[in-house]
């Protein structure tokens, strides 16, 4: 290329060459489906972890599931997203840690927004559950490829079949099992790969240590000297059914979120769980281009080009930091880079970038598309910004979603006003909680806004904590928001709204408050052409 320095075209070979290694994922399951299990034995392969046991280990052993908040510890639960990146084979691996407690969903939506993949972690024993209905609209939303993983298959479960049903006629998503189970729970013997008719038999390992799989073909003899006749028998009609069934395992389904390859499994056990990491590595997307103002952003753009998913603060409580959290979307990001911030138009040096493994941290030197780097905060970051260099690009915010529990939050002390509102900004900027007002200017409390409860109680502990505010709430009995589309001009045409309450956003647009979903849909049937949308506008 003419007027190319060699040390351009060095750069580009080397993005392009991180870009064609590079595999980023986010977990989505509902809660106790196996998903810590799960990270874990992904992270024994990367050598990540030496033992198992790590992620959920306490005390001093406790390495990736983050403490850092006291009211985490009291609830024994990982109300934070980490990301955990780690090589495996050739592979660098980006997965996105994503809160498993329900009330977090808002986080978890988020985190989202920076993932190329998804795993579906299923219990064999309960199917579809909602907290993965709903992480599975949101990837619907964006197309992104789901891979489904059907874990404790070690204990009693479904029927297979059943399983893949409920996935193709709930989530009109073509399942293509992969793998087929040979029996299930204490008759569970092992998985028929599909693609290859290769058997691999389960064998009962103490707790915690690998189940030993043995490998042989379907067609050998051997075979049946092993797993129960009716078994296997079953196992191959099921699996002809599939067959007759008709359809391929098309890639490109696969990354336009049509199509699910389905992997059997018992994370538990360790069993299946290398062969899903193959087959997932093999078939999951590189990082891909991102839409912006500029249309779409190749990861192998010139410059280095990124957007803040998630504002975290005080994840050190030594230091009392705000981190925000960046998605790579192309270029490279190297330390001390200077990149200019899209929305205020400044420069800014980004001197102290970190990478994270839980809670451990380190110096990042540079980073790639589809990786996540940690930056220090002083207030300047927003949710949905873009930090780039080069040509302007700005990439497509981040919508909020809807909550579904609103409370006022008092400030009993008029002395604490300074102190609760500097609170009640930082904590909505970060999208610790989102903040509505009343349309009535005398009334000032914020209208908390939440996923769920819990993300209430944090905002309150924190406020008391790290702004030395005691608050009240006093819940609202609203259970449904909606954003009106066209804004203040479309709401005064439709008049008054029964069994609705009308309150605006931090951005002073026009959000409708139901107590159910009935009321709602009255309002639809009475008013068709009155736009309404259940995720807040990007700003
Ligand atoms: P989560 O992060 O999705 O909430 O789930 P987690 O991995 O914590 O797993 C929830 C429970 O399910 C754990 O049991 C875990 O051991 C169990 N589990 C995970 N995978 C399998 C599997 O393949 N087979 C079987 N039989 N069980 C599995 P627990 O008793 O709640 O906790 P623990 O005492 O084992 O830590």
New binding site residues.
Partial sequence: MSGTTATETDLAGLVAQAVDRRRNFA?I????????????KLLLYGGAIQQAGAV?ARGEQRKVTSDWMELEKQRGI?ITSTVLQFDYDTTTINLLDTP?HQDFSEDTYRTLAAADNAVM?E?AAKGLEPQTRKLFEVCRMRNIPIFTFI?????PGREPLTLLDEIESELELTPWAVNWPIGSGEQFRGVIDRRSREVVLFSRAE?GKQAAEQKLSLDDPALRELVEEELLDLAIEEMELLDAAGAELDIEMVHAGELTPVFF?????N?GVRPFLDAFLEMAQRPIARSSSEGLIDPLREGFSGFVFKLQANMDPRHRDRVAFVRVCSGRFEKDMTVKHARTGKAIRLSRPQKLFGQDRAVVEDAYPGDVIGLNNPGMFSIGDTLYVGPKVEFEGIPCFSPEIFSWLRNPNPSAFKNFRKGVNELREEGAVQILYDTDESKRDPILAAVGQLQLEVVQHRLENEYGVETRLEPLGFQVARWVAGGWSELEKVGRIFNCKTVRDAWNRPVLLFKNEWNLNQLKEDHPDFELSNVAPVV
């Fill in positions: 977990i399951s509902h809660p106790d489906a196996g998903k810590t299990t799960l990270t874990e959920k990982s498993g972690l219990d874990n404790k298959m070690d204990r707790r499994g018992s994370a538990m056990t069993f």
